[in-house]
Each structure stands twice: as C-alpha cells, then as structure tokens.
DNA sequence: CAGAGCCCTAAGGAAAACTTAAAATAGCAT
DNA sequence: ATGCTATTTTAAGTTTTCCTTAGGGCTCTG
C-alpha cells in the first residue's frame, strides 16, 4: 500500500511519515505542491494525503488538476482548524475525505483504512467465456469487443450458462431457471432461444449435447484465455 | 437522490431536512434507531445521514447491523464535539465520513455531493457523459456546450442516470430514488420523463432496454467500451 | 433406415414502451 | 390571498418489440 503524503510542515511530516510506516504503508514524501502534482501524476498511489496550504501550487488547485486529467486515486485533505470553506472547495475539487488539524494519528489511520478499502471494493464480476463477455451490472454482454444487442430473455439465457459455462445444461433446468413455476413442459423455446443466441455469439460457442442439454464453452483456439 | 436522516434533535432535523430538500434531496426522517434501522432496512437510500446519538439503538450499532447484512449505503455520521474516539470506532463500524457538530450545513452538502458521487465511482466532482456534463455543485447541465434547460424532476433524472451511466436502470430504482414512500406505482411518469429528456439530450443517448429500464451513454462515436 | 431429437423460419398476438394532450398541482408574483 | 405560469401527473391511443407457437426439414443414433 503505497501512500503520498504533501505536507510542508518539517515536524508533522516527519512524526506522519512514521506513523504511516509503523501502520505499514510504503510512504514517499513531498514537500510543496509542484512535487505533489508531479509524483501523483507519474507514481501510482493508492491514497493521497494533501495539506491545502502547501507553497509554490496550493492543494486545491493540485487536487483538481489531477482530476481534470482523470485521476481517481483517493485523496484525503489536511486543513486547518475552522477553515471550514476550505474543505467545501476541496470537496468540490473531488477531495475524498478531510481531516481538520490538529487531529489523532489514530483517526487518520482510521480514514485511510475506510478510504482504501472503499477504493478497492470497485472491482465488478465480469464474466468471461473466451470472447464473450458479460458485465452483470451493466447488463450488458459482448463478442470480441463488439458489443452484442441482446433481448431479455436472450440475456437471461446467456446469463445463466455463463454463470454455468463449460458445463452441461438440461432444458429442464434452463427452463427452471428462466421462467416462474407454471410453463409449458412441452413446448420449443429454449431451442428458438438457442438458435437465436448461437446467431449472434457464434454457432460454435454452445454445443448441443443430444438426449441431455447444451454446453457453453470457449472457441477451441480461445481456451488459453483466462 | 434520496437521503435518510436519523437525527432526534427536533429543531436540527426540520432545519436540516429543509436545507437538505432546498438541495434537491428527497428527504426521509427517522427520530430513533428503531425507526432508522427499519427504514434503512426497507428503503433504498442513496445517503444516510446518522446521528450518534439516537434514542432506543444509538448509531454505531445501527450502522453495524446494516453492515452486517451487508448494506453499503454511503453512510455520514454527526457526533457531538470533542468525542473523537466515536469517531474511530465509527469508521470501523464501516462509517463513509463523519462531521462533528456544530457544522455549517453547506459543509454538510459538500460532504453528500462527495459521498453519493463516490459511492456511484466517479472520482470528477463533474459528471460526463460523452458530450452532456452535469455539474452537481450549480446543478445545470449542458449538452455539447450548449446549456440545458431542465425542470427540477428532468435534472434529478438526469443526474440519477448519470451517475450510473452505462448501466440498466429499472423504473423502480428511478422511482424510489426520486420519490419518497408513496408513489403511485403503475404510472406512466418515468416513461413520461424520459421522453422529455431524449428531446433535451438527443434520443440516441438513452437506450430503453425492453423489460429492464433505460440506460444513459456516450454516443457511438463519442467512446466505446466494454 | 426409422424414429426421436433437434433446428429453422415465419407469423400471430400480447405486452411494453412511446406520444400526445389535457387535467391537476405547485410555485410565484402581484 | 388570488390568479397566472410552469411543472408534474394522468390517461388514452399508437407504435414497436419480441415471445411463443407450429410445422416442415434435418441429423444423429440404435
């Protein structure tokens, strides 16, 4: 975990900078906003600690130049006590958190743990199945990057074997799983369905396993992905 | 953009829940923990606003049970002046940001705007999306530059979709965002809005995605992803 | 090679979404 | 307060989408 702290103060950032590495981050330094700027835009931290006042570039303007060029690292300003307007601009800069000096360590430690945490709990399942990918949250899914136009039920199917792929899927389960309990046991759907999908992501991507299902699977060449 | 405040103070909840509706925010109130609890429970928020305080639970337990079921709720927490040590054990019980009282309301409104766009992944105090911006702070919105002229229920539209552009929004979820507990549910409002906002936005950028909802989007070929 | 299992196509019909206009409501200034 | 205007909601009619059905042809297997 690896930190940037901008602070001008000689005693704070030293007694900071301790405190950091004894919490265990890896911590780099920089005393006025020029060097602020220039290490958040070349080194890849996973926070900022940044002081308003620092010399020479001041933290707002620092903070929102970074996000004018679309950094999304997480900063947490340091201000000074009842400097109140501050922190409403810095905020509006796309500050994460704010700290009001003075303040116990223990507390930046604190919102640096619910900072980071937050920063990294952005990871979404993206389903994969050689070239075919499907985004859950987006509800969204593509072949080879280009992007597929999908109806509901289209989706919802892909979704499943998907969620199920390289497996064998009977009708019944499929139909389990896509419709509410009362649905004609004898009636095509599913392999209108499976003709439908198979024209748009690729006959060869689901298999059909005679007398018991269908098979999502990787292309042959494609199995080596992921 | 639907807010919960848990605050028993009878003279700061009315002043705060009418500062916070000036804002544009659907405000519900919750005068305990009991009442917060069950409310954060069965409502979808998009920010709440905790008192430490509170008669019958207290907060910190409030917000730990709705972590626990696994809640992730952008959560802001009031505590009284000096009780720092609430704080850190605040955080820990997964708190988002903390304001000691007494505070100046429109550092409360600065810490929401930072809260709700980080919950929704946008590091840019401006929201873009291909070539319509919407900056929270003024609350307008332009489109290719050219600024938008937008009623307070298109622009809370708006804003809802495009903090959560590129993703299927349902009709309920718009609902309840916009609205607070009584809505008429069978009504045909949003669909209403949306055609407005397409005669504003232009058409192509909201995709209806039949049975699901709509989803807002660059154009074609303002970016491409997946 | 016969029959079961599967695939394909096209069209009917129903649900969902869109449009429009008018009624209801809220906001504002007089 | 009162009326005027802007906004929101309701409602009805229209269009679009796509789910389902059905029938003929194909393929695999025993």
Redesign the interface.
Known sequence: MRILLAEDDPDLSRQLKASLQDAGYVVDHAPDGEEAHFLGDTEPYDCVILDLGLPKIDGVSVLERW??D?????VLILTARGA??D??SG????????LTKPF?T??LL??L??LVR?AA??AQPLLVCGGV?L?P????A?VN?E?LRL??LEYRLLHYMMLHQNRVISRTELVEHLYDQDFDRDSNTIEVFMGRLRKKIGTERIETVRGLGYRLKPLHNEVSEI
Request: proline share 5%.
């Open positions: 996000r004018r679309g950094k999304t690292t997480p109140w307007s922190k409403v905020f509006d800069a796309g500050a994460d958190d704010y116990h223990e507390e604190a919102r743990r619910a937050r709990g952005h990918r985004d949250r987006a509800a969204r593509s990057g992007p109806t509901s």
